[in-house]
């Protein structure tokens, strides 16, 4: 079964640090640049950073904020994201999804042979 699972997030203090994960099982991520997305109540999914396709040094260079950092270790066939310094605007469901040309288009060319995953809640408190 083609899938992926993320998972890492919780509730978190305001100025702390998270890592989330997002597993791939059915098919190998070293195929593709992996995006992660996250969807705030009441709003769209929006894409906030991206992974290319090799293993290599972290990275944000895709992330729409500098505290995202998104890595990843593909003979564990998973990919990362790193949060640092979240903010209560973080709260959010965070999905990750592999995305087409590599990471300079990933917010609109996502893959749809893998459904989204059910996401990981990222809660921020005061």
């Known amino acids: 079964q083609v899938q992926l699972v993320e998972s890492g997030g919780g509730l978190v203090q305001a100025g702390g640090s998270l890592r989330l994960s997002c597993a791939a099982s059915?098919?190998?991520?070293?195929?593709?640049?992996i995006g992660w997305f996250r969807q705030a109540p009441g709003k769209q999914r929006e894409g906030i950073a991206c992974t290319p396709e090799t293993d290599g040094p972290t990275s944000n260079v895709y992330s729409v904020s500098g505290r995202f950092t998104a890595s990843r270790d593909n003979a564990k066939n998973t990919a990362y994201l790193q949060i640092n310094g979240v903010t209560p605007e973080d709260t959010a469901l965070y999905y990750c999804a592999p995305v087409s040309d590599g990471c300079s288009g990933y917010r609109t060319r996502r893959l749809d042979f893998v459904s989204w995953g059910q996401g990981t809640q990222v809660t921020v408190s005061l």
């Open positions: 059915g098919f190998s991520l070293i195929h593709y640049a």
